[in-house]
């Protein structure tokens, strides 16, 4: 029962996330799957007169991409209205992209895009769009569909805002225009999707085909459940016996107490086995797209070729950066503990860094590194309070040196930029800006903590108010609570200027380390007409374009970013090895001796007399 109790609150609950998860890969499967079948065969273009007479407006292309914001948010509120009407909408769904699949088989389309001649923002989003996405598989629209999927799962649903409802209309039509107005469909392409939508809703709502799904989805569920049971089963059994020839004294009780209590403050910061599981998953397919959207119709005999030419000796300082990298953060970490009387070994450090970037290699957003090394902090008996504010600061640092570098380019790198970036300008300017207003947010998170406090708790009201987060007292009050943190936050701030800076510079080094890996493989391959500064802001320029984004270590589009920007420094066919050879050490050898390094802190990890944290 408590089980259930605490599933209802979270933000998608345990039935919904597997349903959610197939949505995802049938999406992708159908939509790359039938692109790779259909590209040698005869397309059809199902353009009408009154098509030719809607205009370009490039502006439409925040709504055509935005929407995906859209789609997420409100897929996870319908999945919240119930089982049983999530199983429906799930299916419906489904069966919705196995039709498309059917129409992008039976009947491949296309269309002839507009040439674009405007220099404006929104003219280069649009082209960035049609660089991204062939135009095939156009009928039925799923921009379309989806959208339309997006409202009708919650017409008619009394516990969702009736002013939200409309929003999801109008927001819905507007994606439909976006269709037509960026020539990405045409009016038989959106009206399709629609119908579609309409078809298999009524379909689903109407018959008992969802409980077809809904067998497959519990079974798989239930499959998880059993797995995690049996991996936890030897660590309950030892439990079990220890609790059994324990005889617990007053020490004991105590440390029971005391032991319960971290428990709970790091409950909520050690994930359990089913979202490692969850995100292990989610890795998977983004790892697996990846690959697909990297070396389909490649060569990659001729790809390996070119990897084994290259001159082994400047691999070396390359790998060397990634560690310098991972040692950076570890400096500091060991730095401001040592400011706020608080010692540590500088090896145990390096291993907290590892955790991190481990976990955050893994997660969306980066969201599970802090968390985790927190987490294994604790354990090392450094309080959370501590440990959170450190991390703070990093993090505050960290987006501080990304904010400089995109500011620098684009106030003062006018040239470099036209020379190398009018491929990716959209995404560009769009990572600046979101790492600018990550920055004022924690600024006022900071500095501003009784406006921050009012902005959380009213966003917290507006998420309860539109039924996306359960309606629970007790979490306004530990959101409040939580707000103290960046009180200290301030203080440590306003009476430790010095140590900041040095933070600043180091932070600088350790993020250059990690650039510098381009380079050297630029080298390896023996390349030259390049300067290092132009490699190295370029593979900055990655990461400042990517580092907000809801992807696992920017997996998929960092690859695709490398490709545009350094299509004139990885000249004579070496664009696609160089890519793999630099993102390979950059971030899969940084994941792989990350993992190990954090695999071996969990199996070794212990209170010894050297090791707890002795105060000055």
Not at 80 to 98: K, N, V, Y
Request: charged share 15%; net charge positive; aromatic share 14%.
């Amino acid at each position: 029962m408590e089980r259930r109790k605490r599933a209802a609150g979270n933000l998608i609950p345990v039935y919904a996330i597997i349903p959610l998860l197939a949505c995802v890969v049938v999406n992708f499967g159908v939509y790359i799957g039938t692109e790779k079948m259909t590209e040698t065969w005869r397309h059809y273009d199902l353009t009408l007169s009154i098509d030719r007479m809607i205009p370009v407006i490039p502006v439409f292309t925040i709504i055509y991409l935005g929407c995906y914001l859209f789609w997420i948010a409100n897929y996870i509120l319908i999945a919240r209205q119930g089982r049983e009407h999530c199983m429906r909408f799930i299916t419906a769904d489904i069966l919705s992209r196995i039709v498309c699949a059917v129409f992008f088989l039976v009947l491949p389309t296309t269309n002839v895009r507009p040439a674009l001649a405007g220099t404006d923002v929104w003219t280069r989003m649009l082209d960035f769009v049609y660089q991204m996405d062939a135009p095939t598989r156009l009928f039925p629209s799923i921009h379309c569909l989806v959208s339309w999927f997006c409202y009708i799962g919650i017409r008619g649903r009394k516990n969702v805002p009736k002013a939200y409802r409309w929003f999801s209309c109008v927001f819905a039509l507007l994606v439909c225009i976006s269709t037509l107005v960026t020539k990405q469909h045409y009016l038989v392409d959106t009206f399709g999707g629609v119908f579609l939508a309409e078809a298999m809703y009524y379909l689903a709502n109407h018959t008992g085909v969802y409980r077809y799904f809904e067998r497959v989805f519990d079974g798989i569920l239930n499959g998880i459940q059993k797995f995690s049971e049996s991996v936890s089963g030897v660590a309950k059994k030892r439990a079990q016996e220890k609790e059994r020839l324990t005889v617990p004294g007053e020490l004991e009780v105590a440390d029971a107490v005391s032991s319960r209590e971290e428990q709970e403050e790091t409950a909520n910061r050690y994930p359990d086995r089913k979202k490692r599981i969850l995100n292990a998953v989610f890795l998977a397919i983004v790892f697996v797209l990846t690959l697909y959207s990297v070396f389909r119709g490649e060569d990659l005999r001729g790809v390996l070729r070119a990897i084994t030419r290259v001159n082994p000796w400047y691999l070396l300082p390359a790998v060397a950066g990634v560690i310098v990298f991972i040692w950076g953060e570890s400096i500091i970490i060991h730095y401001m503990l040592g400011t706020l009387d608080i010692y540590t070994r500088k090896w145990t450090c390096f291993q907290y860094s590892c955790v991190g970037f481990f976990f955050s290699a893994i997660t969306p957003s980066a969201s599970g590194g802090q968390p985790m090394q927190i987490y294994y902090m604790r354990k090392k008996k450094i309080p959370v309070p501590v440990a959170t504010l450190v991390l703070m600061i990093v993090t505050i640092t960290y987006k501080m040196v990304l904010v400089f570098i995109g500011l620098f380019v684009v106030l003062f790198q006018r040239g470099f930029v036209h020379r190398y970036l009018e491929g990716i300008l959209p995404i560009f300017y769009l990572g600046v800006g979101l790492n600018v207003a990550c920055c004022i947010s924690m600024s006022v998170l900071v500095f501003h903590s009784s406006l921050a406090k009012w902005i959380m708790l009213k966003g917290l009201a507006l998420l309860e108010h539109f039924h996306i987060l359960k309606k629970k007292p007790e979490r306004g009050r530990r959101l409040a609570a939580s707000m103290d943190q960046y009180n200290a936050t301030a203080a440590y701030l306003g009476s430790h200027g010095r140590v900041i800076f040095h933070v600043m510079l180091i932070t600088f080094f350790q993020r250059f380390a990690l650039f510098f890996v381009t380079w050297f493989v630029y080298l390896a391959f023996g390349l030259h007409g390049t300067s290092m500064y132009d490699v190295v802001m370029l593979q900055a320029i990655v990461s400042v374009s990517v580092d907000m984004l809801p992807l696992p270590g920017g997996m998929g589009i960092s690859e695709n970013l490398f490709l545009i920007i350094f299509r004139t420094v990885f000249a004579g066919g070496l664009l696609l090895p160089g890519m793999v050879l630099s993102r390979g050490i950059a971030y899969y050898v940084q994941l792989l001796f990350s993992a190990v390094m954090t695999a071996f802190l969990h199996l070794t990890i212990k209170e010894t007399a050297d090791e707890r944290c002795c105060r000055r």
